[in-house]
Nanobody
Framework: QVQLQESGPGLVKPSQTLSLTCTVSGGSITTNRYYWNWIRQPPGKGLEWMGGIAYSGSTYYSPSLKSRTSISRDTSKNQFTLQLSSVTPEDTAVYYC??????????????????WGQGTQVTVSS
């Protein structure tokens, strides 16, 4: 059973960089054909795919967030990380990490993914 767990600070100040880690257990992030994604849901709004990192290490980003987003991984810890720079209160959201495939790349529907974490609330406020 694959499990994903998001972790990181729940409160970030405006203009700072938000950094979240997804720890994966029950499966390797380097296993062929799987893609590891970040998806968020602002309060009162729909889900938004932010980006992902493939089993190969290749990264993919939402065009609307690409200039502020960086996704990396630590294969020794079986973790992948999201960094979102220059945050504003509009980046306040529940952030999810999820496992999918090339077919789910770009999807904002969590139900299309194999597994996802419980989500972590991040609030951007001074």
């Amino acid at each position: 059973q694959v499990q994903l767990q998001e972790s990181g600070p729940g409160l970030v100040k405006p203009s700072q960089t938000l950094s979240l880690t997804c720890t994966v257990s029950g499966g390797s992030i380097t296993t062929n054909r799987y893609y590891w994604n970040w998806i968020r849901q602002p309060p009162g709004k729909g889900l938004e795919w932010m980006g992902g990192i493939a089993y190969s290490g290749s990264t993919y980003y939402s065009p609307s967030l690409k200039s502020r987003t960086s996704i990396s991984r630590d294969t020794s810890k079986n973790q992948f990380t999201l960094q979102l720079s220059s945050v504003t209160p509009e980046d306040t959201a529940v952030y999810y990490c999820a496992r999918g495939s090339i077919l789910t790349m770009g999807s904002s529907n969590l139900n299309e993914y194999d597994y996802w974490g419980q989500g972590t609330q991040v609030t951007v406020s001074s």
